[in-house]
């Protein structure tokens, strides 16, 4: 069966500091991939996918970015953290095959920024 | 832009009530539904979903939601909540070849 791994569960970082959130999936092949950051009463917003290995789409401009080095590996990163940047970030993923484009989340990671 | 609205904000229920969260979406094409929940500290999860067929879809732990395409809505009910409902409740569509979208989200607290 498929699972999704999300590291570190929490973390507390500096303003300024850099940040990498890391995102694995295992038991499924070339899945789409996503990172969304989850705000209380705002629901979830969409940062960043990717349908392959260096595909990356951008949702919405920010101090965030992402990669996928590998095809069940996805990195969310900054260079220099915000206050702003607090907050819940998820990742998820889909099969490619077919259009339903049902996800299934990680257990997600807790970001302050102070 | 396409959107996805959920009316109710938080909502607090005694157990054995009856429950039923809006959802109202705005897109004039074919869709694929969802509402998703986030029990306390668990990962969020698929709770029910309508690709195509009966309107009429069950889910798990005895939710249902019922799909009006004149009235772009996909209301989640349950007839009877139980403590062990509270949680938070996400609906999704997904147009056709598009992007999951998310509203933003209902807290159902259910008193025992």
């Known amino acids: 069966s498929q699972t999704i791994h999300q590291w570190p569960a929490t973390l507390v970082q500096p303003v300024g500091s850099p940040l990498s959130l890391e995102c694995t999936v295992e038991g499924t092949s070339n899945p789409n991939l996503y990172w969304y950051r989850q705000a209380a009463g705002r629901g979830l917003q969409l940062l960043f996918y990717s349908v392959g290995i260096g595909q990356i789409s951008s949702e919405v401009p920010q101090n965030l970015s992402a990669s996928r080095p590998q095809d069940r590996q996805f990195i969310l990163s900054s260079k220099k953290l915000l206050l702003s940047d607090s907050g819940f970030y998820l990742c998820?993923?889909?099969?490619?095959?077919?259009?339903?484009?049902?996800?299934?989340f990680g257990p997600g990671t807790r970001l302050t920024v102070l | 832009a396409q959107s996805v609205s959920q009316h109710n904000h938080h909502v607090i229920l005694s157990e054995a009530a009856s429950l039923e969260l809006g959802c109202n979406y705005s897109y004039g094409g074919t869709v694929n539904l969802f509402w998703y929940v986030q029990y306390p500290g668990q990962h969020l999860q698929l709770l029910l979903k309508?690709?195509?067929?009966?309107?009429l879809v069950k889910g798990i732990k005895g939710f249902e939601a019922e799909f009006i395409k004149s009235k772009f809505s996909f209301n989640l009910r349950k007839p009877s909540v139980q403590w062990s409902d509270t949680a938070e409740y996400f609906c999704a569509v997904n147009p056709k070849g598009g992007k999951l979208i998310f509203g933003q989200g209902t807290e159902l607290s259910v008193k025992p």
């Open positions: 998820a993923w889909s099969s490619t095959s077919g259009s339903r484009n049902e996800q299934f």
């Open positions: 309508y690709f195509s067929g009966d309107p």
